[in-house]
C-alpha cells in the first residue's frame, strides 16, 4: 500500500502539530519515533485518514485524502487495520462484538464471520475476555483485543498508535511478537512509539524520528 505526505502541516486551535512533513511509504514496517508531543499521533491519523491536513497533501495509493468521499472511505478503510493509542472500543459491544465489526463490510458470510472472529482472538490468547464488556478488560487486555480488531479483516497495512505505552513486560513482549508475525507475512506494519524496547525489536525497520512537529 501506497502512502505519501508532500509538504504537510497540521494545527489545531491555530497550534502547530506538525510542519512541513514529507515522507514516502511504499509497504514493509516504519517505526515512528520521538517523545509525547511530537506529532506522532497526528501523523498517524493523517495515515487513517482521520483527520486531514492544514496544509500540503496526503496520498493514499495516488489519491488525496482532501477528496475521498463516503464510498472511498470505506474501501480505503477495508485495507487497513488500525490500532488507536486509547483502544475506541463501542462500550456497550462485548470484546467479541467489537471485534467482529471490521467484518461487516468483507463480505464474508455469518459463519465464516464468526468463525475469523474467534480464530483471532485464539491467535492473540485472548478467548476468555470475549464476553466481556471493555470496561472490564486489564491494560493488556484492552490492547490484545484492539490489536484483534485491526488484524481480524487481514488488512494490507496496520497502522498502531503506541501499540504498548501502557503495558507491562510480559505484554509488551506479547505484543511485539504479533506485530512482528505480521510483518513477516508481508502485511505493512506503521505504528509509533516512544518505547526503546519496541525500537529494538525491529532492527530491520524504517526509523523516522519526529521532533517538535517535524521529521529529524
Known amino acids: 500500500m501506497h502512502f505519501e505526505l508532500q509538504d504537510v502541516s497540521v494545527s489545531y486551535s491555530g497550534i502547530p502539530a506538525i510542519r512541513n512533513v514529507s515522507f514516502t511509504?511504499?509497504?514493509g514496517t516504519v517505526v515512528l519515533t520521538g517523545p509525547s508531543g511530537a506529532g506522532k499521533t497526528t501523523v498517524l491519523r493523517l495515515l487513517m485518514a482521520d483527520i486531514l491536513p492544514t496544509s500540503?497533501?496526503?496520498l493514499v495509493e495516488g489519491a488525496a485524502t482532501q477528496k475521498l468521499r463516503g464510498k472511498e472511505i470505506r474501501l480505503f478503510r477495508k485495507r487497513v487495520g488500525i490500532v488507536h493509542q486509547h483502544c475506541r472500543f463501542v462500550s456497550v459491544y462485548t470484546v467479541y462484538q467489537n471485534?467482529?465489526?471490521p467484518l461487516g463490510l468483507s463480505g464474508l458470510s455469518r459463519a465464516e464471520a464468526n468463525k475469523r472472529c474467534l480464530e483471532q482472538l485464539a491467535d492473540l490468547g485472548i478467548s476468555y475476555v470475549r464476553n466481556k464488556l471493555p470496561h472490564q478488560l486489564s491494560g493488556g487486555e484492552r490492547q490484545l483485543a484492539a490489536i484483534a480488531?485491526?488484524?481480524v479483516a487481514r488488512p494490507d497495512v496496520v497502522i498502531?498508535?503506541?501499540?504498548t505505552g501502557t503495558l507491562d513486560d510480559v505484554t509488551t513482549a506479547t505484543v511485539i511478537n504479533v506485530l512482528k508475525k505480521v510483518a513477516s507475512e508481508n502485511t505493512g506494519v506503521i505504528?509509533?512509539?516512544?518505547s526503546s524496547l519496541l525500537t529494538r525489536a525491529f532492527t530491520d525497520a524504517t526509523t523516522l524520528r519526529i521532533y517538535e512537529g517535524t521529521i529529524a
Open 56 to 58: 500540503g497533501k496526503v
Open 191 to 194: 505504528l509509533s512509539t516512544h
Open 25 to 27: 511509504y511504499n509497504g
Open 149 to 151: 480488531r485491526a488484524l
Open 160 to 163: 498502531a498508535d503506541e501499540p
Open 99 to 101: 471485534v467482529l465489526l
